[in-house]
């Protein structure tokens, strides 16, 4: 897996989002120097977002039903044209200007996956579920929603979980991934941080991971 000695590659970033109207202006406004193409998945929002992504330059894809953040970039992913496909959360907690640094190792076949490891990961639930997965493979910060990956792996992805923490980075090291980390600085939101309950859903489907399947 490299990109090397090809042309330059188009960037796309996919945006997963929620009742985000209040805050999804400013992210799409951070992320567009950097980038090519700007997917937004609406996850069945009650507000505004869908439309105001739309109006400031999104391809957005609305889902039928709220159906939960993987299921959110699995569609984005089946969407992408780009030859790089960044995730990025909507809310802004993600520094944008961090992307050039993101996608390099990549562009220069160093990686596979590049993922954005946070300065601060407060829920202890996350660092449990990262710490287990460290058992069975260098996953590095399993849980961050800010990372890089070639489209062509992204599109393999099954990503069976109640979040990505752990599995999205064992099934990617599973297929022959590499993966590197930048470190980066969370900015603040002025969004909530609720109780991530599904945490406790996620054991159950990294456990078999870490006992039964190979990487």
């Not at 799409?28 to 120097?33: N, R, T, W």
């Not at 995730?87 to 520094?95: H, I, R, S, V």
């Not at 601060?120 to 990372?147: C, H, M, N, Y």
């Amino acid at each position: 897996m490299t990109m090397q000695n090809k042309p330059i590659p188009v960037i796309t970033v996919v945006i997963p989002a929620f009742n985000e109207a209040d805050r999804i202006i400013h992210t799409l406004s951070q992320v567009k120097p950097f980038v090519d193409e700007i997917i937004v998945v609406d996850d069945a929002s009650i507000d505004c977002t869908a439309k105001i992504a739309e109006e400031h330059g999104a391809k957005v894809f609305t889902q039928t039903a709220n159906s939960g953040y993987i299921a959110a970039i699995k569609r984005g992913f089946k969407e992408v044209s780009g030859d790089i496909v960044i995730t990025m959360d909507a809310d802004g907690e993600f520094p944008a200007q961090a992307i050039p640094e993101l996608i390099k190792p990549i562009i220069d076949g160093h990686a596979d996956m590049v993922q954005g490891s946070r300065n601060i990961i407060p829920r202890p639930s996350e660092r449990v579920l990262t710490w287990l997965a460290q058992r069975k493979a260098e996953v590095g910060d399993s849980g961050t929603g800010f990372r890089a990956i070639r489209t062509d792996l992204a599109k393999q992805l099954e990503i069976k979980g109640a979040c990505i923490c752990g599995v999205l980075a064992l099934e990617v090291i599973s297929k022959g991934g590499r993966i590197i980390e930048v470190p980066i600085e969370l900015q603040p939101t002025n969004k909530p941080r609720k109780i991530a309950w599904f945490h406790f859903k996620q054991f159950y489907y990294l456990l078999p991971w870490i006992f039964r399947n190979k990487t």
